[in-house]
């Protein structure tokens, strides 16, 4: 690596968080589409609220609730505090939390903010490193970051959007399925291959599902644009920024695209409520990721506020789930649907979903 290179990521890392906090960088025109996902109400749902089951077993930890901290940041003394105050929140609900890119870690073995053990000894943990940097480093070099941070699988992140924008970002994304082939033989643990924000096509699902893969996160357009972070990063009037802020497949949209193949997913990309988590359950997602509503309830009251922020959305999605009169998160991977036109659009031909849509919405 260059000299300063770690520096430059450490550097590009707080002023991603200070974007995310502060800045405006949701997608502009486009949405997640789940609000076109229409549950159908049950005025008899015959079961008490203490009934609602919603707890889930994922890559071998329980969870009080399929949800995810989504992978945020790493690498620098303010991600140390920020992770260290997710993994507090986690460990008292018993949900899970992601880190973001263990790049630097694996460059120059920093460990800031990728151990969180002490603080949540029992939670499910996700490490985190691109494609880029996977097809670089052999397997063992993995294992070693993955076991320095204790976590118990490996997310590897595609986002070549993000990178095509990024100055000095990668440009050569080749041999990524030959990577993952590789890790998906030699890698002790679980992998993950995940989306940055642009969600995945059923292309890429078959192509996954081809090499074995069994876990996916489509982080889908709708939620924070890394498109749009980055062209904040380095305005100009030279950056393809602006023209592809909005670039992607909606979650809600990759969940349909995705539907019928044999991966497990997890829902992440504008995520906002425990109401927008039962309609990705329902589309067929496992679990969900919610980032950027926790950094700002880290920002604004820390653990405690994180820890409020998840226990209103935990208690959502159980509302949710009487409401359609789910006493278990697998029930609702059953529930009739309504959808708006504009999602059932990217259905692929002879969906499995489709013998469970009751109707078809017009407008908005």
Known sequence: MMPDEGATVRRRKDDHLDLCIQGDVAFKTRSTLLSQVDLIHDALPEIS????????????????APILVA????????????????????????????????????????????QVRDLAPDILVLGNIGIVQARGASTDQLEEMLAL????????????AMELVQRGGDRDFRGGLDTLARLRESLSMPLVVKETGCGLSRSVGQRLSDLGMQWVDVSGAGGTSWVGVETLCNPGASSPGPAFWDWGIPTAA???????????????????????????????????????????????????????????????????????????????????????????????????????????????
């Not at 609220?49 to 009080?64: A, H, P, T």
């Not at 991600?79 to 890119?101: E, K, M, P, V």
């Not at 699988?153 to 595609?158: E, I, K, P, Q």
């Open 49 to 64: 609220f203490d009934q609602v089951d919603s707890s889930v077993e994922i890559m071998g930890r329980r969870l009080s």
């Open 71 to 114: 992978a945020m940041t790493g690498g620098t003394r303010r991600a140390q505090r920020i992770n260290r105050d997710l993994a507090r929140a986690a460990q008292q609900l018993g949900l899970g939390l992601g880190f973001g890119s263990q790049r630097v870690q694996l460059l120059n073995g920093n460990t800031l903010g990728f």
């Open 149 to 160: 941070s204790g976590a118990d699988a490996l997310c590897v992140h595609l986002n070549p």
């Open 254 to 364: 990759s969940l349909l695209q995705l539907d019928g193949l044999p991966l497990r997913k997890i829902a992440t990309g504008g995520v906002y409520n425990g109401l927008d988590a039962a309609r990705a359950l329902a589309l067929g997602a496992s679990a969900v990721g919610i980032a950027r509503p926790l950094l700002v309830a880290q920002n604004s009251g820390g653990a405690e506020g994180v820890q409020h922020r998840l226990e209103l959305m935990i208690s959502e999605l159980r509302m949710a789930m009487l409401l359609t009169g789910c006493k278990t998160v697998r029930d609702l991977a059953s529930q009739p649907l309504v959808l708006g036109a504009e999602l059932a659009a990217w259905a692929p031909p002879r969906s499995q979903i489709s013998s469970r849509i009751q109707g078809m919405r017009r407008g908005p």
